[in-house]
């Protein structure tokens, strides 16, 4: 993978498109006070390289879909097959090996109860290289999806401003009720290859007119279904070490903490899950000293986590719904 050395051209970019994944380029170019042209270039080189791409993604809880987080202990040669096998799947989003090898830990959108018992409890549990399996239900986000990893923050407050008020496609409330059809399907699955696909070719995908597409694009934004993401390979920031981490904090704590770490720039995914361990994150360090330092002193200073679990990433296997290279 081609290495690139990120400026402050590059980092402001990078933030925009977390700020709004569909921005015009002319816009960021004016916020940045660069040519829209110099900014689509940094765009088409960061892009080709594979380390960042815009996804549209359905919010499944608006559409009453399930999410789960799924911890998986295998044998040492069943590992990489169910964990490439799992990130094949529709309904994952994400897919790490962890540790040696020996562990898988995902995250699911189970549309209904029969396809959470056929995934947990007939196709997991059907080979015996799978030697245990826990699952729980993620309640809330405090990083990830809409909120992003602040990891990325390179402009000032004033220009993120201008680019949340220049946005088309926003949220504006949840009372209207989504219901996806065959047009919707194929809409989607174009956004979720590339969240910056243009209108034609949408309406290509879809057999809609553009009006359509972006009238419906509308519709499921402001609604709170659809929301663009910013799919960024943590390398590329210079964050070489990654781990999953399983925290128990009591009731009356869990919001105050999960939103506590919400502010640390190494957490790039948060979230309150049913189980003992009740929080739940993926954090990004910049080598191993960073690492014991994050967990020494940005979690030690958290006093109401009262048991921590601590996994390395070693392969990312499915990442923002996309499988990716190995």
């Not at 390179?154 to 996806?180: K, Y």
């Not at 290509?204 to 419906?216: D, P, Q």
């Amino acid at each position: 993978m081609e290495s690139i050395e990120l400026d402050e051209l590059d980092r402001g970019l990078l933030h925009a498109l977390q700020v709004d994944g569909r921005v015009s380029f002319s816009r960021v170019g004016e916020v940045l006070g660069v040519s829209d042209q110099r900014v689509a270039r940094r765009y088409r080189r960061l892009r080709s390289t594979g380390m960042l791409r815009v996804v549209g993604v359905v919010d499944g809880r608006r559409l009453g879909y399930e999410s789960w987080a799924i911890r998986l202990r295998c044998t040492p040669d069943a590992a990489v097959p169910i964990a490439e096998a799992l990130g094949r799947r529709s309904d994952t989003f994400w897919v790490h090996l962890l540790s040696g090898g020996t562990e898988i830990s995902a995250g699911t959108l189970q549309r209904t109860a029969s396809e959470r018992e056929s995934l947990l409890l007939s196709k997991l549990a059907r080979t015996n290289r799978v030697l245990s399996v826990t699952a729980h239900r993620t309640l809330h986000t405090f990083v990830g999806g809409r909120v992003g990893w602040q990891g990325l923050a390179a402009l000032s407050p004033e220009q993120v401003a201008l680019l949340a008020e220049s946005r088309v496609h926003r949220r504006r409330g949840e009372g209207e009720q989504i219901t996806l059809g065959p047009g919707d399907q194929a809409l989607l699955g174009e956004l979720s290859r590339d969240g910056r696909t243009g209108y034609a070719e949408l309406a290509a995908a879809t057999g809609w007119s553009e009006s359509t597409v972006r009238r419906r694009m509308e519709q499921l934004c402001s609604a709170g279904a659809l929301f663009f993401d910013l799919d960024v390979l943590p390398a590329l920031m210079g964050y070489r070490v990654e781990a999953q981490l399983w925290m128990s904090v009591p009731p009356a704590e869990l919001d105050a903490t999960g939103r506590a770490l919400a502010g640390h720039h190494e957490v790039a995914f948060a979230g309150a899950t049913t189980g003992p361990a009740n929080l739940t994150a993926s954090i990004v360090c910049r080598d191993d000293e960073a690492l014991y330092r994050y967990l020494t002193d940005s979690l030690g200073a958290l006093p109401a986590i009262r048991h921590i679990e601590t996994a390395p990433i070693i392969r990312t296997v499915k990442r923002a719904g996309a499988v990716l290279p190995h």
